[in-house]
Structure formats: structure tokens, C-alpha cells
């Protein structure tokens, strides 16, 4: 590619050879500087007879050095570049840019990002809390029966949280049974209190882990699939499709959600727990040679029942949250498809935290209160 | 259905400004519907049609103006007031919005239910006759995720018209649908105006329909942020001195031409 200036200031540009994208997009710079030096071309044109063969290459080539001359007033002669090249930006052009269609690029510094993160912390939170009002009063509809809850979807969900989720609630909670009876044993028969292991899965099990896991497995597992199912709802127009009909979304799609997590939740946790000291007696007895006779007496001598409720207790109240979380994220999802995924991931997170500040909560109260 | 017949316009929108945040997508919109008519929304897509739609039907508070039915101002109204009135539209979304999780007869069903005081066994019967109307007999039982986009969309109509309507809303109607269906469904348009006397509001910009069925239009345009023409199209492409207008009606007369019979007049080019 050369240049050269004709007699009546014109800046020919002389296109050669084969252009492809491949090979890359020569730089329209060099012509840009010819054209911003005093004095400018009256005009610039192209002389495509040395041109083998072109593609998009010399369409953003030629693109560029148009841009950069028009906003030098520096008119261009199109005739000379190939006669498809002239149809294809002329199509370019015809629909001008619209005045405000271009974002505006922001600027990212580590400060602004921090106000930002902040605000959206609070417009979060703020959201939540209206949230949680908005399903507080659905709550209130239902009781004095004037909610519009369908029967079979809170079947469904409650099969969906129940049932379904045994295996994998199972695995689990078999799982650190065993891990809290290994590390058990190994550290009091150290003292010859082997036979503690017991104790020390039963009363981890039923008062702590096993309400948290089943809570964290139903976070990711039922939390996640609510913000989807609510999130795409709301790209389908689903949503407002209920809103115009004058349907309350939350008696409709959330209220039997929550229902279902409250209610499956305990059963779940109850079955984690006993899956859970199953597998502590497994190592107790099969690892460490205890009698299951000796450990079996020695769980049930430590549990009450108050162990029980109080993991109970805490298990319903992380239903409600995760169900919450879920929900919450589903109907504020944007809607794109990215955005329902962003919506999922931004239930899991908050599904586990919603967890562990009720879990903070629970065992300052039930420490005050002596339970 | 009780309606003043005082008041000759169904449906008046006022100035409205329509905008998300701070970015104004439609200003100084303003047209009247009068009952048993079918008016048209036309554009190029992105310029606001369905925004528009949003604000006549309680989604989205316009950012000023003001739409009322039978007289009486929507977004002044109260909620509860608001809701009621809402309660006499029928609205297909253009992404069709059947509730995913419903069969199609449940679909229909559901407004019925809610609203009315038939029994069980009569909704049945109401759901599957909307149905049919929709050349979805036998469908009864399907997930919306069972059927044809064209079927969605029809089945999207049968729900929103399942309660006998004064006014349907129908945001891109025939986008996806081949030919024939978009004809059929055309041709349903135009029956439910003449046989059930319903008002329609139908965003399209598809040709073909906009010059079968439209009583009256208003086309949006994206660049100046507001109404570029009134008028039914066919007296607009004839008498608009408006290139702008001229050329989104005879777009597609070129290849086009042939299936629009008479009307693919001498605006072809090379
Ligand atoms: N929720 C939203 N938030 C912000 N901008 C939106 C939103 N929805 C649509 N828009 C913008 O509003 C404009 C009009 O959109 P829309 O009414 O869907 O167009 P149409 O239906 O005519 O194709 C588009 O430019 C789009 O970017
Ligand atoms: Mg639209």
C-alpha cells in the first residue's frame, strides 16, 4: 500500500495485493497523520487496479481512514475501491450510529468500585427486607385463607426437597459421621475415653452438622434451582403475565416454595442425623473395635430431646432462608439468560450466608436461654 | 360487561413519556382507540413498542403523560382500582409468558378460576373451546415446552382471551411464525373485533399484517424518540411526505412484493 499526492491535492491511496483478515488489518494510521498535516488533501481516493483479492479487512481499512477524514472534513472518493467494497459501506452507513446508543465507558477505579459495591450492598439488603415483608403478608393471606397457593406445585416442591434429595443428603452426612468419629477416636483413646466417640458424633450430629449440612446441600441443590426456575420465569414474561392477571407472584410461586423447605427441611435434617451417627457407629465399631451394644447405649444415654428440637428448630429456620435467598434472587434476576445464572450463583452465596449468621444467632440464644 | 358508552375513545393515551431510569425511550406518544377497533404499534425493533405496551398495561409507570380507559385515568387511578380494570384485559407478551410449569388447559384455566365462579367442570370446557379457537384441539394436556413457538404463541392468545376481554393486547403476534399461521392468526384478529366486538392493540411490524388488519396505527421511531405518523397505513404510505414512513411501509415490496398481491406497487428498486 502506498500514497501519493496527485496535482490537485488529492491523496490517492494505492490499495496491492491480497487482503484478508487473516493476515490482518493494515493500520489506517499512517494515512491519518498525511491527512492531519498541514496542508490536507482536498480529497482522498483509491486506486484499487493493483488490488488481487479483499474481504472485511479492507472494509474496516477503509472505514477507518473514511471516520478519520470526515471528522477532518476531508471529503472521500469512493469510486475507486471495488464495487462490492462501496455497496457493503454505503449498507454500513446507512443506518446512523443513534446519539446515545453507545454505553458510556466507566471508569473502573478501585474506589468508584468500592462505592459501587457498597450501594449495591444496600439496595441488596434494602430489596431483601422488602422481600421478606411482601412474603410475611402472603404468609398472613394464607392463614386466614385468602393466599392463592396451588396444592399439587407445593406437592411437587415438597417431593422435589424431599425425596429427591435422600441420596445425596445421605452420602453427606454418612460421610462426616464418619470423619467426626475418626478424629474422635483417634484423640480420646489417647485418654482411654474411646467409648466418647460416641458423644461426640451424636451430640455434632443432631445439634449442629447435621441441620447444617442438609441445609447447605439443599442451598445449592433446591436454593439454586428456585432462583432458575423464578429467574427464567421472569425472562419468559411468566411473572408480569401473573402480575397483570392480578395474581400475587409471591402467593403463587414463593409462598409454596417456602412452604415445602420448611417442612422438608427438618425431616431431612432428622435423616441426616441418623445417617450421620450410623456412620460413626460404623467406624466406632468396625475401626476401633467398640461393641455397637457399648456404643449404641452410650449415644442414647447422651441425647435428649432437646438436642433434637433445637436442631430441628434450627433446620426450619434455615428452610425459610434458603427458600428466601432462592426466591429473592429468581425474581430479581435481569432478563438474559447470563443474568438467571448470576441470579443461581447469587442464591447459593447468599443461601450459605443467610446459614451461618442464623447458625450464629441460634447458638448465642440457645447459650443464653441454656438449651 | 358494563362500559360508558358516553365517552366515544376506549382507549386515550396522553403525551406519555416512557423511560427506564434516566433513559427516555418514547416521549410525547399520544393516540385515541375507539371501541371495536384494531390499532397498530409499528417500529423498528428496540424503539419501544413493547415499553409502550408495558406502560398501557400497569408494568411500567410512564415517566409522564397519562393513558385512560373508558375515560378514566389508569396510573391515576389506585391500585385496587387500578387492578380492576386490569381485570377486563386479555394480554399476549411476545415472548408468549405461558406459565412453564402449567399444561395448556391449566393455562387458560387459571384466569377463569381466579375470576369467575364456574365450576370445575365448566372451566374445562371454556379452557378447551378457547383452545379450539386457537386450532389447538387435543392440546389440553401439554406443556408449553411440548409445542411449537407458533402453537405457543397461539395458546398465549387462547389465555388471553379467555375471559371474554374488552381489550387485548398483543405485543408481536406473528414474530416467528411462517406465512400460513401468521395469515390464521391475522384472520382471528380481525374475527374477535367483528364477531366478540373487542378492542385490539397490536404491536407488529410485520407488513403484511399491519396492512390486513390495522384500523388506525402510530409508528415509533427509534432515532427521534417519538411518534413519526398516525394513520391507518395504507392512507399513510399513499399520503405520508415523510420518507421515514414511506420507507418502513414499502419495506420488503422489493422480494416481498408477489405475496402482498395488488398492493406491491412501483416503489421496487434495482
Ligand atoms: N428493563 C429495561 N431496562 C432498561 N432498558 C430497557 C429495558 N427493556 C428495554 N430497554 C430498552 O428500551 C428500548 C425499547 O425496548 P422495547 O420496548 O423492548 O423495544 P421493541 O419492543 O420496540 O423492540 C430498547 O432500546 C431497550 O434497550
Ligand atoms: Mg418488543
Redesign the pocket.
Known sequence: MSTSRSDDGTLVVRLEGSWSVEAGIPSADPMIREISTPPPPACIAFDASALEDWDSSLLAFARQLGDAAGARGVKVDPSGLPAGARRLINLAAAVPERAD?RKKTRRDRPLARLGDGALSFFETTGGLVRFIGMVFLSFLRLLVGRARVRGRDFWLFVQDAGADALPIVSLISFLIGVILAFIGALQLRQFGALVWTANIVAIGMVRYLGPMMAAIIMAGRTGAAYAAQLGTMTVNEEIDALRTLGISPIDFLVLPRILALILMLPLLTLYADFVGMLGGAVIGTLAFGLGAQEYMSQTQSILTMKDFLSGLNMAASYGVLIAIAGCFQGMSS??SAAAVGEATTKAVVMGIVLIVLATAFWTVLYDILGI | MTSSASSPNHIVVRDLT?A??E?V??RDVRFEVPRGRIFVIM????????????AMIGLLEPAGGEVLYDGTSFWGADPAERESMTRHFGISY?SGALWSSMTLAENVSLPLEEYTALDGDEIARIASLKLALMGLAGFEEYYPAEISGGMRKRAALARATALDPEILFF??PSAGLDPISSERLDELILELRDSMGMTIVV?T?ELASIFTIADDSIL?D?QSKTMIARGKPSDLLEGSSDPRVVEFLSRGRKGGGAELGPRGDGTAEG
Open positions: 446508543a435481569g432478563r | 416512557l427506564y431510569g433513559t425511550i418514547q417500529g423498528g425493533s428496540g424503539c419501544g413498542k413493547s415499553t409502550l405496551l408495558r411476545q405485543d408481536e404491536v411490524h415509533l427509534a
